[in-house]
């Protein structure tokens, strides 16, 4: 059974809302908005970045921003401010509470609300958002009291934290993150010391064929990127939205920094994407875990969740994991770059239930609920040590063939991140995007 079949398809999943959202996404609010956003922050220390300069929300990475913007190599301490503590220790779960939980749609299993409600005689009540910008902006309005939000990003970390918009985290009631979550999450470059952050599901990018329609030895090419290059198949190639396929492009010819801001690196990736353009006319889109199935697509730029998605869900009648292959490309070469991502959970500020948050966040890191939330209804992967490559594909939940797509802690920690860039960057990497969709 399908997980969407427990709510039906009248609501946006992560994945649709991907689909529909255009070629730059939804508007980031601009930065005047976000310091309108935030409450009065006087009361904050006010500590030197990693360039030398104060700033009232962080210490450590780069500039562009009102708050740091964190980079692997210049990693973000959020401060505490006086006016946003942790809550204390040892505080009795609220009584009687409504705990509100903010997420994408189909991103949490329902058994877990309600076993949950059934543990702590309270009830859950979760709303869907379709996209995080439109997230933080209903955030912002100052109209709602949800207890804990999911699927936001580490590129939103800096306006969440400068907005007042998470609480910062008391690891006390969180034994499971504690014991559990892989080490590099208990102190990530975005949030360090996990102030006001935990990771919810990892992935990475890479690329998904069908091994029926695709003649091509992906896996067996000395940089698996090139199959974008060398003969695609016209009418049935499809690249990610956005800033991956420009990415792709200069991973490709082992560019590492990810996130530049020079104008003649997003150039040359432009110039390099308008040649598989040129040849192929690809279709852009996140569509993969359907389109493959069905045929749509035969090679798709992918994430790692959305290929396993496409085993776990939507087959169709008569064909089995066989037909489907992904690779990482560092997998392959471990000399050729790769993305990595994960998505977050934070207590907001906003609710009124901080204890019952700080247990229900808690209770995803717990091995059973977090693989049975993986394998049975998300398709994302929780990062936890318990979760390995051998046993899900021992237990059956991954067949060998898409092993590929389980994500190894010591190769997360190795991939390339996209974060969040200034203003001024972020424009260019739109425009590159907007023109390579235009055909120019």
């Not at 990693?75 to 006086?82: K, R």
């Not at 504690?178 to 690329?207: C, H, L, M």
Request: contains cysteine; charged residues 20%.
């Amino acid at each position: 059974m399908s997980r969407h079949s427990e709510f039906g398809r009248s609501g946006l999943s992560r994945r649709e809302f991907l689909r529909r959202a255009g070629i730059t996404g939804v508007a980031l609010p601009s930065l005047a908005a976000i310091l309108a956003a935030c409450k009065d922050s006087s009361s904050s220390t006010t500590v030197a970045t990693a360039s030398g300069q104060s700033n009232p929300y962080g210490s450590g990475g780069v500039s562009g921003a009102p708050y740091p913007l964190a980079r692997t190599d210049a990693p973000v301490t959020w401060n505490i401010s006086d006016d946003n503590q942790p809550i204390a220790s040892d505080l009795a779960p609220e009584a009687g509470a409504t705990l509100k939980i903010f997420n994408w749609g189909y991103y949490l299993k329902p058994k877990i609300m309600r076993d949950f409600e059934d543990t702590y005689d309270c009830k859950v009540e979760l709303t869907d958002y379709s996209d995080v910008p439109s997230a933080f902006q209903k955030l912002r309005s100052g109209q709602v009291d949800f207890d804990v939000m999911f699927g936001h990003t580490p590129d939103y970390m800096g306006k969440m934290v400068a907005a007042k918009f998470l609480m910062p985290l008391n690891r006390d009631y969180l034994p499971n993150f504690t014991a559990n979550v892989w080490d590099q999450f208990k102190s990530p470059f975005y949030d360090v010391e996990a102030r006001y952050s935990v990771p919810y599901t990892v992935s990475t990018t890479g690329i998904f064929w069908r091994n029926d329609l695709v003649d091509a030895d992906i896996a067996g090419m000395e940089n698996p990127y090139d199959v974008f290059w060398q003969d695609p198949p016209k009418g049935k190639t499809h690249l990610l939205r956005n800033r991956d396929p420009l990415a792709m492009a200069m991973m490709r010819k082992g560019l590492t920094d990810i996130n530049t801001g020079d104008p003649a690196v997003i150039q040359q990736a432009h110039d390099d994407l308008l040649e598989v353009v040129n040849a192929v006319n690809p279709k852009w889109d996140n569509d993969d875990y359907t389109e493959l199935p069905q045929g749509q697509a035969w090679l798709h730029q992918s994430w790692s969740g959305n290929a396993l998605d496409a085993y776990v869900f939507y087959l169709q009648p008569g064909q089995g994991p066989e037909i489907f292959s992904y690779v990482w490309p560092p997998a392959v070469d471990p000399s050729v770059p790769g993305l990595v991502g994960n998505d977050l959970i934070g207590v907001l500020t906003t609710g009124k239930n901080p204890v019952l948050a700080h247990m229900f966040v808690d209770q995803m890191y717990d091995v059973a609920t977090a693989q049975d939330n993986f394998a049975t209804y998300t398709g994302f992967q929780p990062p936890l040590t318990a979760i390995n490559p051998d046993g899900l594909v021992a237990d059956g939940i991954v067949p060998p063939n898409l092993a590929s797509t389980i994500v190894k802690e010591e190769d997360f920690a190795k991939g390339l991140q996209l974060v969040e860039l200034a203003p001024e960057v972020q424009a260019l990497w739109d425009d590159a995007y907007q023109q390579l969709q235009a055909g120019v």
